[in-house]
Nanobody
Framework: VQLQASGGGLVQSGDSLRLSCAAS????????MGWFRQAPGKEREFVAS????????YYPDSVKGRFTISKDNTKNTVYLQMSSLKPEDTAVYYC?????????????????WGQGTLVTVSS
């Protein structure tokens, strides 16, 4: 599966931003898609995921209520709508696809990654 992420940029604290991730290739094996982020000097962390058939969504407490993941199966695309952004949300955001992608899923077993898109939130 090839993943193309887009939508990052520089915004101010409190602003909103929407990221997109378009999947192509052998997408039939990816039951979940989602987003991770990695800030400088920190480990990559789970941000959101969605089951591509049932639509169940998963978020960590740090973004719950501010971020919303959604999907458009006709376009093989998932979106991450980010609202009330904070400076601590600054990171490179990576799109991911896998047979399983839950908050507890180790990054080592995630099968496909996008190239990352930088989100910078200024205070």
């Amino acid at each position: 599966v090839q993943l193309q992420a887009s939508g990052g940029g520089l915004v101010q604290s409190g602003d909103s931003l929407r990221l997109s991730c378009a999947a192509s290739g052998h997408t039939y094996s990816s039951f979940y898609m989602g987003w991770f982020r990695q800030a400088p000097g920190k480990e990559r962390e789970f941000v959101a995921s969605i089951n591509l058939s049932g639509g169940s969504t998963y978020y960590p407490d740090s973004v719950k209520g501010r971020f919303t993941i959604s999907k458009d199966n006709t376009k093989n695309t998932v979106y991450l709508q980010m609202s009330s952004l904070k400076p601590e949300d600054t990171a490179v955001y990576y799109c991911a696809a896998s047979g399983l992608l839950l908050p507890s899923t180790p990054t080592s077993i995630i099968s496909d990654w996008g190239q990352g898109t930088l989100v910078t939130v200024s205070s």
